[in-house]
């Protein structure tokens, strides 16, 4: 009786874990295979900027402007604001406080994308507009800024927690040298935080490359890289978003649908490529 | 510039961007609460939606949602639990150590969209299953594991090795052993990674927009293999008609009540987390 038990119960965490590591390795290659016809019928020409089904192009060119773009500014936002209210949280107010603001903020992180994006439609696409006098609000600023405010939580939490850790005798032997509070900031305790704040933006670029409904609600879903490449006052398109609006659409085993996976596809590989990057970087030390 | 001014100045100037930081994130919840409390009613709660959301309630996007939530649950606890006992007890070489870390660290990482997309050529498409909740249900799961099994096994790895050396000295099988000293930690450990995950799964629109859910017209499913209404798809749809208050209200009061249950679930967590943490104390 013991020993078939032990073997079912063998046989139970070892079908778990195998089917697990299945499923992700499905994932791959249904993808790959999906988006096979793509790669092999336009080649190189993916890389090129006209996107039109009907006349056979299919140029994903300015969405992966599209997110780059969208992703560079929500990063450039959120991550100084990130580091100086982490700061703040651990450093300036007293410590009875923190844990109510970090709870707060917390809570925060978990708001669902397409709640963001319905806040995003009904304010600030108006507030873009009417404020840089645009016909329309959704622009890939707007996408961007959005995005930022999405993504602040993880970084703030995370930055926090890093800052947080450092030991108390740091902050005492630089007090006791005659530093000020700013110096032990700048010079004592972000140097030493320094590889956490890095592992915390890498986990925000995951977040923010692979951000859909918010973004895709916002960036105006136009395929086209505007003129002049930084003006961001513009619609425009991420990788996101186009698998978002248009997947829906496309007929199963077509060019159209397959280049689309193909676009899943890159993006699949470049969130693992960064995924793993950071899992390297943290050695496991860092919950998720 | 004197170091006393710079310090005064540091000082200003992380305490402005504190300030717009926490109060963007204020502005958020107390636009949520105060749009969404005026646009909620029980009857809002209880009834049909009509004229494509426009009017009417949210009755079938609420039991979508806790339909594909649940399936979601009963799919992936069991998984992940197993997967964590075998990590922590049975994997003694490192390569399947980083193995099973990539593959978590993977999961956790890939955008929900292309989960969405996963589901629909493969259940959809290839296995014929039709648009359905089921397949939501089982989409959302594998989202959710790497959640629960990391939460599990960080419970299951803060007990000590004495406990389980005990345990094979008085002559226990590797099974017994698991089954009464490692399982009840994996499960109250899952079960905190569980309710996050959930938290988490409720909220999606990506995944389940395409494969599970649709807009209008369906009720109850009365098999599995039927789609259903979700709070998230609906706050979409409505969204993409702003341009009707009507509708926008109706949006605001479905988000009240979405985050609500974002709430309940995340809530409990920390709760649980906080109780841990003073019992090891």
């Known amino acids: 009786m013991s020993a078939s038990q032990n073997n079912i119960g063998k046989c139970y965490v070892l079908v778990s874990t195998y089917l697990s590591i299945a499923i992700v390795a499905i994932i791959f290659v249904v993808l ?31 969405m992966i402007y599209g997110t780059v773009s969208v992703t560079f500014i929500a990063l450039g936002i959120s991550v100084p604001l990130g580091i100086l209210t982490a700061i703040f949280i651990s450093e300036i107010i007293p410590e009875k406080y923190r844990l109510y603001i970090k709870s707060a903020i917390e809570l925060l992180a978990g708001i669902p994308s397409i709640i963001y994006g319905l806040i995003g439609i009904a304010f600030f696409s108006a507030w873009v507009s009417s404020f840089f006098e645009l016909p329309t609000g959704r622009t890939i600023l707007t996408a961007g800024i959005l995005l930022s405010i999405m993504i602040l939580p993880t970084i703030v939490t995370l930055i926090e927690d890093a800052l947080h850790n450092i030991p108390k005798k740091y902050r005492e032997a630089s007090k006791g040298l005659g530093l000020y509070q700013f110096e032990t900031i700048t010079k004592t305790l972000l140097p030493i935080a320094k590889k956490d704040i890095a592992g915390a933006v890498l986990l925000a670029l995951g977040r923010a490359l692979g951000e859909t409904m918010a973004v895709m609600l916002l960036i105006g879903s136009i395929d086209r890289i505007p003129e002049p490449f930084y003006n961001v006052l513009n619609p425009g398109q991420t990788m996101t978003s186009k698998l978002g609006r248009e997947i829906g659409e496309s007929a199963f085993g077509s060019l159209h649908f397959s280049t689309l996976n193909a676009i899943g596809f890159l993006l699949f590989l470049i969130v693992i490529t960064v995924t793993i990057i950071t899992q390297l970087y943290f050695k496991k030390e860092r919950r998720l | 510039m004197s170091r006393k001014l710079q310090n005064i100045a540091f000082k200003t100037f992380v305490c402005i961007a504190a300030t717009i930081s926490i109060g963007v994130l204020l502005f958020l919840i107390t636009v949520l609460f105060w749009k969404g409390f005026s646009a909620i009613s029980f009857e809002f709660l209880i009834s049909d939606s009509s004229n494509f959301g426009s009017e009417g309630g949210i009755a079938y996007q609420i039991i979508g949602s806790v339909l594909l939530t649940a399936c979601a649950a009963i799919i992936s606890f069991p998984l992940a639990l197993g997967f964590a006992i075998y990590k922590s007890e049975y994997i003694k070489n490192s390569y399947l150590q980083n193995l099973t870390d990539t593959v978590i660290y993977s999961l956790n990482g890939i955008p929900s969209i292309i989960f969405g997309i996963f589901g629909l050529i493969f259940f959809v498409n290839l296995l014929q299953t039709g648009v359905s909740w089921f397949v939501g249900g089982i989409i959302l799961a594998i989202m959710i594991l790497p959640t629960i099994i990391l939460s599990s096994y960080q419970s299951i790895n803060s007990i000590p090795n004495s406990y389980r050396e005990n345990a094979f000295g008085l002559g ?110």
């Open chain 1, 32 to 62: 790959f295979l999906s988006s096979y016809d793509a790669f092999a019928n336009i080649g190189w020409d993916l890389f090129s900027l006209e996107w039109n089904p009907s006349k056979d192009k299919f140029g994903i060119l300015s």
């Open chain 2, 172 to 281: 226990l099988t590797k099974w017994q052993v698991v089954k009464t000293v490692i399982f009840p930690r994996a499960v109250n450990g899952g079960f905190t990674g569980l309710l996050l995950g959930l938290a988490r799964a409720i909220g999606e629109t990506a995944p389940i927009m395409f494969i599970a859910t649709a807009f209008s017209g369906v009720t109850i499913p009365n098999g599995l293999f039927e789609p259903v209404r979700s709070l998230p798809t609906h706050i979409l749809s409505l969204a993409q008609q702003a341009t009707n208050p009507s509708a926008l209200e109706n949006a605001w009061g479905t988000s009240l009540v979405l985050i609500l249950l974002v709430f309940v679930f995340s809530i409990s967590a920390f709760v649980r987390r906080l109780q841990y943490s003073k019992n090891k104390q």
